[in-house]
């Protein structure tokens, strides 16, 4: 009897074992290693854009513009990074990589755009997703977003800064609806240049959707320098 019992004992402290470092590894180990793809990412779109001088300017001109037909840009290659973000309202430092597609594979590495969406600065509704826990941890602090919160990116030749109108607004995953050229629930009428930015709620689960909507406020080359929304 006293076997079976130590036998019991012994076998729950190492199912306890097992599950405390399943624990470490999901909520350390994958943002570490997530910390260090991302900065891989970003790493690897500087070293691109500062090599390809072939890349087409949008304009001599420093003036924070919306234009009316900026230049479409090449199509985006699945998994592969584009742009980067940044949100002052989630952290002075926070900036994330933006990549094509929203796989499993693809999250891991940064935030993804969704491939049916339009592309960065278009018209349409560029929609991007981004896990809210495990991962690197990108949009943790999606709640804290405001309307009149500036979401700023680039694509190596301009920034584009989009102010924030609605959210959070939750949902649930079958709402497709929230990343149509036109969202519906946004309290958008017409056709424009428009953010949407989706991630999961509650904070360790995936039974609902966080989203928030946002329009193209302002353009500018990046040989003006930081657009405004970075410089404070």
């Known amino acids: 009897m006293r076997l079976v019992v130590r036998t019991v004992s012994e076998l729950c402290v190492t199912a306890g074992t097992v599950i ?3 624990v470490v590894y999901v909520l350390f180990w994958t943002g570490v290693r997530a910390d260090t793809v ?10 691109q854009w500062a090599q390809d001088e072939t890349r ?28 980067i973000m ?15 597609g929203t796989a499993t594979r693809t999250l891991k590495k ?35 977003l405001r309307p009149g919160d500036a979401v700023v990116l680039t694509d190596g030749t301009s920034w584009f800064t989009y102010r924030v109108d609605k959210g959070p607004y939750k949902t649930v995953p079958s709402d497709i609806e929230v990343i149509d050229p036109v969202p519906r629930k946004s309290g958008y009428t017409r056709e424009g240049r428009y ?12 039974s609902h959707r ?11 080359p990046v040989e003006a320098g930081k657009p405004k929304a970075l410089r404070r």
Not at 86 to 100: A, D
Not at 210 to 220: F, G, N, P
């Open 20 to 22: 405390v470092l399943f």
């Open 195 to 206: 953010l949407t930015l989706t991630t999961c709620d509650p904070e360790w689960g995936h």
């Open 210 to 220: 966080l989203i928030v909507w946002a329009h193209l406020d302002s353009t500018q």
């Open 56 to 83: 087409p300017s949008p304009g001599a001109s420093g003036a924070p513009q919306v234009p009316e037909s900026p230049p479409a840009p090449a199509p985006y290659t699945a998994d592969k990074p584009f742009a």
């Open 38 to 47: 991302m900065d891989d990412q970003i790493d690897q779109l500087q070293r």
């Open 86 to 100: 940044y949100i002052r309202r989630l952290g002075f430092t926070w900036n994330k990589p933006v990549l094509e």
């Open 110 to 144: 940064g935030l993804g755009h969704y491939a049916n969406t339009a592309q960065l600065g278009q018209k349409g509704n560029f929609s991007v997703a981004g896990h809210r826990r495990t991962y690197g941890d990108p949009f943790k602090d999606f709640p804290r």
